[in-house]
């Protein structure tokens, strides 16, 4: 885990080096990489453009299967430059040189004023509307006339997990997953229900199965009201 001293260090670096590449100086900027000593500063530079790679213009791709990685993507603290998307991190994807003991950081959250994906502490209001900020840009006050200091806050600390815990993310995937195709099936036999110039036979098992659809989801969501 970062401390706050780290974090603060570390935003200092990344607001210098996007000064550093507007102005379409960013090439300049990349071809500094490969001039540093220590391999710990190629790392946070390569984690910097992962996070900015937006205001960067930088296509990020999952080094598992070569496609554009989405915001919603893994990457790893030990790698100098590897991200996984989602479906390769619980698929178990291991590019080569990265291992099953790494450390890796879920980039879900973008703060909304750097706009850098958030890798260190996430702070969310409890008040402004789908708001969050990293912690640099928090301990500046770097933020809206609509957010005031007075407004509660919840401080997400960093979560990291390895390849070898991506097992307690696939259940409820798979849960979240199933509950979509479900979903898609009531809405089916709905629709297949409503339609007059159906046969016989096909509308009145369309309709039973709407139902039984309905029937269940009713069922399922007053027991996860109750905690059962």
Known sequence: QW???DEIADYKKNQEWMDECMDGMFEKWYDKIDEEDSTEDRRK????IARYCDLLNVVISCDGCERMAPWHRYRCLQCMDMDL?????LSGAKPEGHEDDHEMVNMEYACDHCQGL??????????????DLCFGCYNAKKYPDSHLPTHRITVYP??????????????PYIHNYSWLLFAALALY??????????????LEQASALQTHCSQLITDC??????GK
Do not use: P, W, Y
């Open 118 to 131: 958030i890798v260190g502490s996430r702070i969310n209001c409890n008040v402004c509307e789908d708001f």
């Open 189 to 202: 036999t709905s629709e297949l229900s409503s339609q007059k110039q159906a046969e016989g036979d096909a």
């Open 221 to 226: 969501l007053l027991k996860g009201q109750s």
């Open 85 to 89: 998307c989602k479906t390769c991190f």
């Open 158 to 171: 960093m979560v990291t997990i390895r390849i070898s815990d991506r097992h307690r993310l696939i259940q």
């Open 3 to 5: 401390t706050e001293e």
């Open 45 to 48: 530079m390569h984690m910097f």
